[in-house]
Each structure stands twice: as C-alpha cells, then as structure tokens.
C-alpha cells in the first residue's frame, strides 16, 4: 500500500489568497479592532460579517502549512524553501493574533500525518516535534500581543514607562501565569447547572442548525445551543453581550441532555472517531482539497466538542473542500501541471504506509 501525492499550484494560491483576503477584510471592515490588544468582545462581534470572515480567513490560512510541505515535497529547492518558510510563518502569525492557535496545531498535525505517511516518522521525531509545537503554542500568543503592545504605546499609571521589562517578567506574566489551554473546570459547571434546572432531554440539539448564524439570532429566538445556555447560566447577560465564554465537549453535552445516561452514549463518538480513522488509514491519493476533507476529519477532534461546533466547523471545511476541487478541474491551456506520468512534467511521489 503506498501514498501517492498530487499536488497543484491552484491549491497553495487559492487558499492563501483566501486567507489574507479574509484577513485583510477582517482588517478593513472593523479599522483595526479585531487585534486583540484592541478588542474586549469576540472577533466574530467586532467585525461584521465577522461569523462568515472568520473561517474564511482561519480554514485556509491552517492549510498553507500542510500544501507547502506537499509542494516542496514535489520540487525541493533553496528558493522554494526560504519563500515557504516565510509564507508558513505569516499564516502562523495571523492565525496567533485570531486567537486560534488550536487551529496551528491541527496544521501541524496535519503536516506530522503527511510527513509519517511519506517517510515512517520515528518516535524520536514525532516526539520533537511535538515538543517543538507545544513550545511554539505557548509563546507565541503572548510575543505578538507584547509586539502590537509595544507598537501601540499606552499610558499605565500602574508602572513605571521608564523600567525596561525583563525576560523573565515576560515569561512569568505571560506564559506561566496565565492559562493558555482549556481546562477540565467546566465540569462543576455543567453539573450545578443540572442540579438546578434538570436535564435538557434533548432539546439542546434543537439549535445544531442555528450554529451558523449569530448568537444574537439564537439569543432572540430563544433556540440556544448548549454552549450558550452553560455559559450564560454561568455569565449571565454579559456572554450575550460579549459572546466570550469556555468550551463545552461532548460528554458535558450529553449529560446536560439525558443526565447519567447520557455518559453511556460514549460509545458513539467512538464508533465516528473509528470510522473517520479508518478513511484516513485507507487513504492512498492526496490532492489538495482531499487534505481539506482529512482537516475535516482532524478537526473533529475525536468527536469530544459539542455536536454544534463540530457540524458547523465540517460543513465548512468540506466547502472549501468542494471549491479546491472545483478549481482543480479548471485545465488551463499551458503553464498547468500535468499529473500523467507520460508527459514527463508534475509526477508522482510514492512511499510505504506506516
């Protein structure tokens, strides 16, 4: 069994113009307030159009690191590399100061994944690189907002504008003081919420398709999804308002919805989780738009987020996915890459499945 890559430079261009587009109109539309030295409120409710722009600009900007690694797995050079670098680390940047370093992870995950499959990955690697990821999450965030700090000097009357900051101040304040994952403390949430006002019984699913609209919408018409009704039990008034609130996974969900036994549907994200684990394990021909449809897959998760991020966050990945292809069928007359082994241009790369 052997992994057979084809790539295209449609791929790569599409969506990285995508992204910077999105990026840029993210940028245009809300005057700079989407930065996040510059806003108290999600992006999605800073910027309009926010709920649309949003993925738009995070899907694509994801999948620069894993089409690179593909297209200079077709052709390796000096230039190639260094232009590659480069563009890998704006995506990494903006999708920092998105907030969505989960989204850098899946790319690396993804780049680890296409990497294993080419070239048996070993452990002592995986293990680097790894560590390498965690290093790279942890400290990003916090360097490009003391950059955008910096640049955008303000008056504080709680320190001293003349005393230099330290490194270690820098790395106490910002990387060891403040959490930068998700935590399990949702738990005693979920359960005083219950306590209180008895299961969902299943309504909670009712607002799945309500996902891709507004929490304002969901708000007026009553129909709200279970992360909105945790986290507004929680923060009452002000979640509406700021749509900032925690994550809620799946078997929260189900135990909000049918209690106890809801922990015993357990075994349903397994089976999903099987069965999209078995696609990527028989999956022999990567184009572009099928490692959208592997993100897909990537960003499931394991099935372990609520029902409505998932639905919402698959859907329009495999869009993308759709458009990628869409495009791939456009022939052009010259300039193209012809995939067939007879022309003697393009070509394919072939190795062992781990």
């Known amino acids: 069994m052997k992994i057979q890559l084809k790539p295209s430079k449609s791929g790569l261009v599409v969506s990285l113009l995508l992204g910077l587009g999105a990026v840029l109109a993210i940028h245009l539309l809300s005057h700079g307030l989407w930065l996040p030295t510059r806003r108290s409120q999600t992006l999605t409710s800073v910027v309009p159009f926010g709920k649309y722009l949003f993925p738009l600009a995070v899907i694509p900007l994801t999948m620069v690191l894993p089409l690179v690694f593909v297209r200079l797995q077709y052709k390796m050079t000096p230039l190639r590399l260094l232009v590659g670098a480069l563009v890998v680390g704006v995506c990494v940047v903006l999708l920092s100061l998105l907030y969505q370093r989960g989204f850098i992870l899946i790319g690396i995950i993804l780049f680890l994944w296409m990497l294993d499959r080419l070239h048996r990955l070993s452990v002592k690697r995986a293990v680097t690189f790894g560590v390498a990821a965690l290093v790279l999450l942890f400290t990003i965030r916090p360097v490009v907002n003391e950059v955008l700090t910096i640049s955008r000097p303000t008056v504080d009357t709680h320190q001293d504008q003349n005393v230099p900051l330290r490194v270690t101040d820098f790395v106490r304040e910002n990387i060891l003081s403040k959490p930068n994952f998700d935590n399990a403390d949702v738990w005693p949430v979920v ?25 304002s919408l969901r708000n007026e018409l009553n129909v709200p999804t279970v992360v909105d009704t945790l986290n507004s039990y929680y923060w009452g008034e002000s979640y509406w308002k700021t749509n900032f609130g925690f994550n809620v996974t799946m078997s929260q969900e189900l135990y909000m919805n049918f209690g106890l036994i809801g922990l015993f549907l357990g075994w349903l994200p397994g089976l999903l989780t099987a069965v999209v684990d078995r696609y990527l394990s028989r999956l022999q021909t990567v184009r572009d738009y099928t490692l959208y449809v592997v993100f897909a897959g990537w960003v499931c998760g394991g099935f372990t987020s609520d029902t409505a991020g998932i639905v919402q966050w698959s859907v329009a990945i495999l869009l993308f996915a759709l458009l990628l292809r869409a495009v791939g069928r456009v022939r052009l007359t010259s300039g193209g890459i012809n995939d067939s082994p007879a022309s003697g241009k393009g070509g394919r790369l072939c190795a062992d499945r781990s």
């Open 191 to 215: 359960i005083d919420f219950v306590k209180r006002n008895g299961e969902l019984e299943g309504s909670g699913y009712l607002a799945v398709p309500l996902r891709f609209f507004s929490p």
